[in-house]
């Protein structure tokens, strides 16, 4: 059974940083396209940033373009994100996400696997 457990998320003032951690369980990493996305409240979960089977990095938001980057240590099972310059539009609940696929894709419905999500708050 594929599980994911999301972590690193919290309060953190504006401009400060983070760093999240998708610690897969039940499977191999390599075998997966990984994406992380976002939900704020009252909106629609977006994707963020993806990282393919072989280590391919597609940007899927312009909002977050040169402040988070992506990662992946396939040894620890483990994919990354960090997130610098972090503003108070950035507060959501943030989930990695798991695809078969070789390719990313910013669409929810692609990702058959998903974490719980760990909140991140962006508040002075």
């Known amino acids: 059974q594929l599980q994911f457990v999301e972590s690193g998320g919290g309060l953190v003032q504006p401009g400060g940083s983070l760093r999240l951690s998708c610690a897969a369980s039940?499977?191999?990493?390599?075998?997966?396209?990984i994406g992380w996305f976002r939900q704020a409240p009252g909106k629609e979960r977006e994707g963020l940033l993806c990282i393919t089977r072989s280590g391919g990095i597609v940007n899927l938001a312009d909002s977050v373009n040169g402040r988070f980057t992506i990662s992946r240590d396939n040894a620890k099972k483990t994919v990354f994100l960090e997130m610098n310059s972090l503003k108070p539009e950035d507060t959501a609940v943030y989930y990695c996400a798991a695809s078969a696929s070789h390719f990313c894709s910013r669409y929810v419905s692609e990702y058959p696997y998903w974490g719980q999500g760990t909140q991140v708050t962006v508040s002075s």
């Open positions: 039940g499977f191999t990493l390599d075998g997966y396209t």
